[in-house]
């Protein structure tokens, strides 16, 4: 498990030999640039203070001896063969078998489409054992995949060998797939021996302490074949295989879509806190607090007081810190190039924006428009549905707004509703009005539980706002709505 380390800016002494060479591979790694500090996009639409870039090892042949030689000291059996997980760890494991003497079998990305059609090259017996070795691992998902194969196959797998842990859940997750895990180095150990060595500053340790802390994958690495998938894993499995395939088509979700499926996963939430403050301070100061249980923090920039460019730049730094999206609740409904001007003023720092489909398909195209030339990516939200009494969205106009929707799958994330809208899966529901204690205020809107939300109205995402900005301990509360949404979103999914 992840430990934060003291910032005391002293390495800790040791007169051994082994750790004498892990902190002098430390070393050489960041000199060559394997190791990077300071705001890099990960695979999942996160900004990461650290990046591990193992792949250019191949260019300093001398250091990937070194670190076969190093990774080869944890394997203590003689009696298995060796496989690199495709494709940083391929020439690692290559250099490990050479230099043993130990077989190794090769596993493929994806099947040739002539020849034998093998996943996986090698030569191998029934039952023999396969040591996996893997550069760096996070969730631990693609050792378990390489896994899952090789044991389909005949092979034992019990072991893996890591050049790095990103200490972010993949050791949980992998022992719980039936693989122990060897690390050479950890995350920890990188930040200690750089900042003892005065490479970098106590900031940027307490940077990568906190984006780790904050972006815990537990359970994301697990073997799911026996758990059923939701629609999330299955349409991001569906989108990692077409994007192998190179294939795209009109219909293609956006990658917001994508981003908010995955945060969903990794953070184990479904909570979007609805923060309508009228005060900047107050609204950094509130998301602060809640930022480590929410999937999305939705917000009305235009009725905030003292709102800055400033304002912005804050709320962006804390979306990267926590791993959530932000949510301009905006309901743009007006001619194409209005909304274009209009979504201009947010979309530098919004993911997320609610639209009326009133005035039609040229809404749309102003956002869509907008992700081809803007700043960053907008998801539209079309409000479907509204949670207030006596508001005037009737049963046809509602299945008007579905329609558009999904005819407009690479701008449109979703709906805005009160039940399941759309039977499309693709498209994510979120419902506001939800409350865990009350039913209504004191002027029309009506509340709903977290779990009538998801199990009855089919809600993805809770929208709850004044049960966790007004209550006595924001974090505490958001907390409690976090495990109420997600342990119905599990319920529902048949998952427990």
Same mark, same amino acid.
């Given at each position: 498990?992840?430990?934060?380390?003291?910032?005391?800016?002293?390495?800790?002494?040791?007169?051994?030999?082994?750790?004498?060479?892990?902190?002098?591979?430390?070393?050489?790694?960041?000199?060559?640039?394997?190791?990077?500090?300071?705001?890099?996009?990960?695979?999942?639409?996160?900004?990461?203070?650290?990046?591990?870039?193992?792949?250019?090892?191949?260019?300093?042949?001398?250091?990937?001896?070194?670190?076969?030689?190093?990774?080869?000291?944890?394997?203590?059996?003689?009696?298995?063969?060796?496989?690199?997980?495709?494709?940083?760890?391929?020439?690692?494991?290559?250099?490990?078998?050479?230099?043993?003497?130990?077989?190794?079998?090769?596993?493929?990305?994806?099947?040739?489409?002539?020849?034998?059609?093998?996943?996986?090259?090698?030569?191998?017996?029934?039952?023999?054992?396969? =040591?996996?070795?893997?550069?760096?691992?996070?969730?631990?998902?693609?050792?378990?995949?390489?896994?899952?194969?090789?044991?389909?196959?005949?092979?034992?797998?019990?072991?893996? &060998?890591?050049?790095?842990?990103?200490?972010?859940?993949?050791?949980?997750?992998?022992?719980?797939?039936?693989?122990?895990?060897?690390?050479?180095?950890?995350?920890?150990?990188?930040?200690?021996?750089?900042?003892?060595?005065?490479?970098?500053?106590?900031?940027?340790?307490?940077?990568?302490?906190?984006?780790?802390?904050?972006?815990?994958?537990?359970?994301?690495?697990?073997?799911?074949?026996?758990?059923?998938?939701?629609?999330?894993?299955?349409?991001?499995?569906?989108?990692?295989?077409?994007?192998?395939?190179?294939?795209?088509?009109?219909?293609?979700?956006?990658?917001?879509?994508?981003?908010?499926?995955?945060?969903?996963?990794?953070?184990?939430?479904?909570?979007?806190?609805?923060?309508?403050?009228?005060?900047?301070?107050?609204?950094?100061?509130?998301?602060?607090?809640?930022?480590?249980?929410?999937?999305?923090?939705?917000?009305?920039?235009?009725?905030?007081?003292?709102?800055?460019?400033?304002?912005?730049?804050?709320?962006?730094?804390?979306?990267?810190?926590?791993?959530?999206?932000?949510?301009?609740?905006?309901?743009?409904?007006?001619?194409?190039?209005? =909304?274009?001007?209009?979504?201009?003023?947010?979309?530098?720092?919004?993911?997320?924006?609610?639209?009326?489909?009133?005035?039609?398909?040229?809404?749309?195209?102003? =956002?869509?428009?907008?992700?081809?030339?803007?700043?960053?990516?907008?998801?539209?939200?079309?409000?479907?549905?509204?949670?207030?009494?006596?508001?005037? &969205?009737?049963?046809?106009?509602?299945?008007?707004?579905?329609?558009?929707?999904?005819?407009?799958?690479?701008? =449109?994330?979703?709906?805005?509703?009160?039940?399941?809208?759309?039977?499309?899966?693709?498209?994510?529901?979120?419902?506001?009005?939800?409350?865990?204690?009350?039913?209504?205020?004191?002027?029309?809107?009506?509340?709903?539980?977290?779990?009538?939300?998801?199990?009855?109205?089919?809600?993805?995402?809770?929208?709850?706002?004044?049960? &966790?900005?007004?209550?006595?301990?924001?974090?505490?509360?958001?907390?409690?709505?976090?495990?109420?949404?997600?342990?119905?979103?599990?319920?529902?999914?048949?998952?427990?």
């Amino acid at each position: 498990m992840y430990g934060t380390i003291l910032l005391t800016g002293k390495m800790s002494s040791t007169s051994s030999n082994t750790d004498s060479k892990m902190n002098s591979l430390i070393l050489e790694l960041e000199r060559i640039g394997a190791v990077k500090f300071g705001e890099f996009t990960l695979k999942s639409g996160l900004t990461s203070p650290v990046y591990f870039d193992l792949r250019i090892l191949v260019s300093f042949p001398k250091l990937l001896e070194e670190v076969a030689a190093l990774l080869l000291e944890k394997v203590t059996r003689r009696d298995c063969v060796l496989c690199g997980v495709p494709y940083t760890a391929l020439p690692i494991a290559t250099l490990m078998s050479v230099k043993a003497d130990l077989g190794m079998v090769v596993r493929r990305k994806e099947a040739k489409s002539y020849g034998t059609k093998k996943m996986v090259e090698g030569v191998w017996t029934e039952g023999q054992n396969c =040591v996996i070795v893997e550069d760096v691992v996070t969730t631990g998902g693609s050792v378990i995949e390489t896994a899952n194969l090789l044991r389909k196959l005949g092979l034992t797998v019990t072991e893996c &060998i890591v050049l790095l842990d990103r200490e972010q859940g993949a050791v949980d997750n992998l022992t719980k797939a039936g693989i122990s895990v060897i690390t050479l180095i950890s995350v920890s150990k990188v930040l200690e021996v750089l900042l003892g060595a005065g490479r970098i500053s106590s900031s940027t340790v307490e940077a990568v302490n906190s984006f780790v802390l904050n972006n815990q994958t537990q359970g994301l690495g697990a073997d799911t074949s026996s758990v059923i998938k939701t629609r999330f894993e299955t349409r991001l499995d569906t989108m990692k295989n077409a994007e192998k395939k190179q294939e795209s088509t009109e219909s293609d979700l956006n990658l917001v879509s994508t981003r908010l499926m995955e945060i969903m996963l990794r953070k184990r939430t479904n909570l979007c806190v609805a923060v309508d403050l009228t005060s900047a301070q107050d609204i950094l100061e509130l998301v602060e607090k809640i930022g480590s249980s929410v999937a999305v923090v939705k917000l009305h920039a235009d009725i905030v007081n003292d709102w800055t460019e400033q304002t912005e730049v804050e709320l962006k730094k804390l979306a990267d810190k926590f791993g959530f999206l932000l949510f301009e609740d905006r309901k743009l409904a007006d001619i194409g190039n209005t =909304v274009r001007l209009q979504a201009l003023k947010f979309s530098s720092w919004a993911q997320l924006v609610t639209v009326h489909a009133l005035p039609g398909p040229g809404v749309l195209q102003a =956002v869509r428009d907008l992700q081809k030339s803007g700043p960053a990516g907008l998801g539209v939200l079309l409000v479907a549905e509204m949670s207030s009494a006596g508001n005037l &969205i009737s049963s046809s106009y509602t299945q008007e707004t579905v329609n558009l929707g999904e005819k407009n799958k690479n701008v =449109v994330v979703g709906f805005i509703a009160q039940s399941r809208v759309s039977q499309d899966n693709d498209l994510i529901q979120l419902t506001p009005g939800v409350h865990l204690s009350q039913d209504g205020d004191e002027t029309d809107q009506r509340y709903v539980s977290p779990a009538d939300a998801v199990l009855k109205r089919g809600a993805d995402l809770i929208i709850v706002g004044r049960g &966790i900005t007004g209550a006595e301990d924001p974090a505490e509360e958001a907390e409690r709505y976090k495990k109420a949404g997600w342990n119905a979103y599990l319920e529902r999914t048949g998952q427990v």
